[in-house]
């Protein structure tokens, strides 16, 4: 079988006889690669001017529909693609946290986008800046959809996740996506690319995929594309330093090489439960996809005085991994991708034996379940120690992406601290301590060299997610050698292919440019109440001005006594002049927020269905008793819920007193009816 290119929405092979690609478990040959003879430069055009369109039409809720789609779709559809990652060498675990982990992401970046992001196509970036003496000229950051493609390009060792974390956050965007897979398991995510295809979800030119080289598609990038690659810190920077990518700043983030290091705590010695957990969590880690993983714990960094019992425990539990065929039940861990792969860690473990001692395995030559050692490209699991790990240098700087892990012993924190900078950057770490001043420590002295960092303890292990488990709702990334970009972390990952622009203008400008109302901007009255308006009749900046209301003595006792808040502030009228803010007893906050409800609300039946909450709650002016109390009550954002019958509406409510001033500033939330959800219940 000669793999597919997806170009324009056709599938085409690539000329020539092209690459064998073979299973990394037989050593049969399961297809071949070419994408030879491919107009890159059309490829790129039909995203940008028919992907990239077709996506921007729809809001980010509309993308988040599509996504959760084909999430649904994918995974009625995982048989097929379980069969095929076997061929990979992973078992069924590592298919496991392959594909349905990557169905998961799709999962998870369609809710983010459905209950994080507006039903719009301009994502605001925090609240307005204040501009001017007056409130005229007011500055708003805005994110919108880059007009170009996200250029994809995969590592080999998750060829299902590896895709589709990327593709989430970027189709959320609005930017269509050019894949270009790993070669040695390309077959895998072309599988899962036809599935895509065929289930007619995305829209025309949202994705193109290409089995083979780039050919020449870095020579037409522009500002407007983004790359994301994952791959060796050495290809990383070849594709950065593409003279068109730096000429044109076209985006790169990259996530390459890392050395990770989980460190054990003093405190966590043999017997402990943080012992036996960070003995079970580096032999899953040096053992999940046959250790090919870019979070995967490379250095083991230990106590000095527990280091002869961890080396011992990881020895008796690496003797009991059963490696061989990924599909037999009888098997703890597959093969590694190829045999390239295979004799690459081979000549890696040959060059950290000159600092370090295998103290075990080490080799390719040994028994395996249910298949040729030869044929295949089984690895043993292999331990190291290093007796000098602050002198030493191979065991902080040379990677075996295999099933491989060192011992590095430390005499003190300020030891382990530096002997995990010493990997001059990592995608993971992780702490194993029960003693929270040792974790803060280790935290703070080296979270500046890893992306993400987790503690663990007796507490959280039952449902932690393990050291390296990358999740969509945090960021996947980390500096230095790890390339210093970041990938998912939830929205952030989403905005990395969009284009932060700061907006200056009039109030009434802001809010048309960004369907949020700004205070300053126009206020919309009539005779008709907001809340007697249906979802589809308000309109952004309709505006209630309540009546006023005094708010005297007896209010507050009355309030203090009802709900049992005596703060002496509110009771006490000595103490309260005592106090720098105050002058004499005030109203409660709360009492100011409730009087204000009853100031807007609107009692009759109608279409508000529900208050959910407030945001932004500020009590700017205390209020004394003989104040008055009003409220501007303006319709600030709308945000419709699909087919739910209802749309949730932020309201900006500001309570003033007697001579204008602010006293209390917050947003209401609510639920309201559309037009035939109310029209169904009169």
């Known amino acids: 079988m000669k793999l597919g290119n997806l170009v324009r929405d056709q599938w085409v092979t690539g000329d020539g006889d092209g690459r064998t690609l073979k299973s990394a478990v037989s050593g049969d040959t399961i297809a071949t690669i070419t994408s030879d003879g491919l107009d890159f430069k059309d490829i790129l055009n039909y995203a940008r001017t028919v992907g990239g369109p077709n996506l921007r039409q729809l809001t980010f809720h509309e993308r988040g529909d599509r996504l959760k789609a ?28 392959d594909i349905d982990g990557g169905i998961s992401t799709l999962f998870v970046f369609s ?62 965007a609005g930017v269509p996506a050019i894949v270009k897979p790993a070669s040695s398991t390309a077959y ?67 996530e390459t090489d890392s050395l990770n290091a989980s460190t054990l705590g003093p405190d966590a010695v043999a017997g402990t439960p943080e012992f036996d957990l960070f003995v079970k969590e580096v032999v899953r880690e040096m053992t999940v996809k046959a ?38 039940k009888d098997v703890d861990m597959g093969a590694l991708a190829s045999h390239g792969q295979r004799d690459e860690v081979a000549e890696r473990i040959a060059t950290l034996s000159a600092e370090a001692s295998i103290v075990h395995g080490g080799s390719a030559d040994f028994d395996v379940v249910d298949a ?46 530096a002997l995990s900078r010493k990997g001059e950057g990592s995608l993971a770490g992780s702490v194993f301590t029960n003693d929270d001043a040792v974790a803060r420590e280790l935290i703070l002295g080296t979270a500046a060299y890893h992306g993400r960092m987790l503690v663990i303890n007796r507490h959280c292990a039952g449902e932690s997610t393990g050291h390296g488990s990358p999740l969509p709702h945090l960021v996947h990334g980390g500096p230095g050698r790890a390339g210093g970009g970041e990938e998912m972390g939830g929205v952030r990952g989403v905005l990395h292919y969009m284009q932060r622009t700061a907006i200056q203008g009039s109030p009434q400008s802001l809010t048309a440019i960004g369907n949020r109302w700004v205070r300053g901007a126009d206020e919309n009255t009539d005779t008709v109440h907001p809340f007697r308006k249906t979802f589809e009749q308000l309109r952004i900046g309709d505006t209630l001005n309540t009546e006023t209301r005094e708010v005297t003595l007896e ?34 906050g709360y009492l100011i927020v409730s009087f204000a409800a009853g100031l807007f609300v609107d009692p009759d039946f109608g279409p508000v269905l529900a208050n959910y909450g407030v945001d932004d709650l500020r009590f700017l002016k205390p209020l004394n008793y003989g104040d008055s109390l009003k409220v501007r009550l303006t319709c600030k954002q709308k945000t419709l819920r699909g087919d739910s019958g209802y749309g949730e509406v932020r309201w900006d409510a500001e309570a003033t007193n007697q001579d204008e001033e602010i006293v209390a500033r917050y947003d209401v939330l609510t639920m309201v009816a559309t037009d035939a959800h109310w029209a169904s219940v009169q």
Request: aromatic share 10%.
């Open 70 to 97: 084909l999430a649904q779709y994918l995974n009625e559809r995982r048989k097929t693609f379980y069969a095929l990652s076997y061929e990979t060498g992973a078992t069924k675990a590592d298919s496991w946290i």
């Open 188 to 254: 895998l995510t072309e599988a899962v690319v036809r599935s895509i295809i065929e289930s007619g979800i995305l829209p025309h030119g949202s994705l193109q995929l290409i089995c083979g080289g780039v050919g020449d598609l870095f020579d037409h990038l522009d500002c407007q594309d983004t790359i994301a690659f994952t791959g060796s810190k050495w290809t990383a920077e070849k594709l950065q330093t593409h003279p068109n990518v730096i000429a044109q700043s076209v985006a790169f983030t990259a």
């Open 372 to 417: 040729d050692a030869q044929k295949g490209s089984f690895f043993m699991p292999t331990l190291l120690h290093c007796d000098a790990p602050l002198s030493a240098s191979a065991v902080h700087s040379v990677e075996a992406f295999g099933p491989v892990a060192t011992v590095l012993p430390y005499e003190t924190l300020d030891e382990a601290i």
């Open 555 to 588: 209010d507050i006792n009355h309030f203090a006594e009802f709900t049992g808040d005596t703060f002496y502030a509110h009771t006490d009228e000595e103490a309260a002049r005592k106090n720098p803010f105050f002058d004499g007893r005030v109203a409660h």
């Open 291 to 328: 250790g090919q993983k870019c979070t995967a714990i490379r250095r083991i960094i230990a106590p000095a005085a527990s280091s002869a019992d961890l080396v011992r425990a990881l020895s008796e539990a690496l003797a009991s991994v059963r490696v061989g065929n990924p599909a037999s």
């Open 111 to 172: 809710s983010k986008g459905r209950r994080e992001m507006p039903n719009d196509h301009v994502y605001l970036d925090g609240a307005p800046e204040e501009l001017s003496r007056n409130g005229t000229f007011k500055g708003q950051h805005i994110y919108t959809s880059k007009l170009g493609a996200a250029i994809h390009i995969n590592a080999f060792n998750f060829p299902v996740w590896g895709m589709l974390e990327k593709l989430a956050p970027t189709l959320l």
